[in-house]
Structure formats: C-alpha cells, structure tokens
C-alpha cells in the first residue's frame, strides 16, 4: 500500500511559477508510474503528467507542455510537478497517484493510489 501527500500548492499571479511535491510512504514507491492530476473547479479530474519509474520517461497533456516538468527521486520518495508560465486556466486541485498502466496513462480510473491534493490558484 502505498500514501501520498502532496503540498506546494498556494496563489500565484499569472506567468509566476509553483512547484509541488508528493510523497509517498511505503516501501515499493519506485516500482510505480506516477501521475499528476488536476480538477479545475466545476469540472472534472484531467490529467497532467506522468513520469515512468526510473525518471527515464515522461508524458504531458498538451495544454501543460513546455511549462510544466515532472520529476522524480525514488531515493527520497518524492515526485515533483515544476509548473512555470502558469495560467489562470490552470487553476485547480492538484493531485498526485499511482498506477501499473504506463507513462501514457492519462484516464483517472487507471491510478490506484491518490493523496488528498493542494490548491492551485492562479490570478489574471
């Protein structure tokens, strides 16, 4: 069983830059694919990014790519989501999970474990 606890959220004005960090407890975090998620108010859950075991890989939504880096070190048990440039679209709850389905995993229903996310707000 693995948790996650995800922080580093908070308000930020648009172009500004947040970094946040999930992690995780229990011994087999690095055998995981690690996905970010996030659900915009009044919407649903969408996917973000997502990083293979190793670090060697990594898979963005289109909206997110060429702001945001995700990252990970298996040694401290934690992966990081570095969101540059943002944007008021994308405020949200951020959310960090597991899954076995690979790096190009972007359905929500595929992730197995979640923490209880961090607000993202990003000001015009």
């Known amino acids: 069983q693995v948790q996650l606890v995800e922080s580093g959220g908070g308000l930020v004005q648009a172009g500004g830059s947040l970094r946040l960090t999930c992690l995780a407890s229990g011994r087999t975090f690095s055998v995981y694919f690690m996905g970010w998620f996030r659900q915009p108010p009044g919407k649903e859950r969408e996917f973000v990014a997502a990083?293979?075991?190793?670090?060697?890989?990594?898979y963005y939504t289109d909206s997110v790519a060429g702001r945001f880096t995700i990252s990970r070190d298996n040694a401290k048990k934690t992966v990081y989501l570095q969101m540059d440039r943002l944007k008021p679209e994308d405020t949200g709850v951020y959310y960090c999970a597991t899954t076995w389905a690979g790096v190009k995993a972007t359905g929500a229903h595929l992730y197995d474990y979640w923490g209880q996310g961090t607000q993202v707000t990003v000001s015009s």
């Open positions: 990083i293979s075991p190793g670090g060697e890989s990594t």
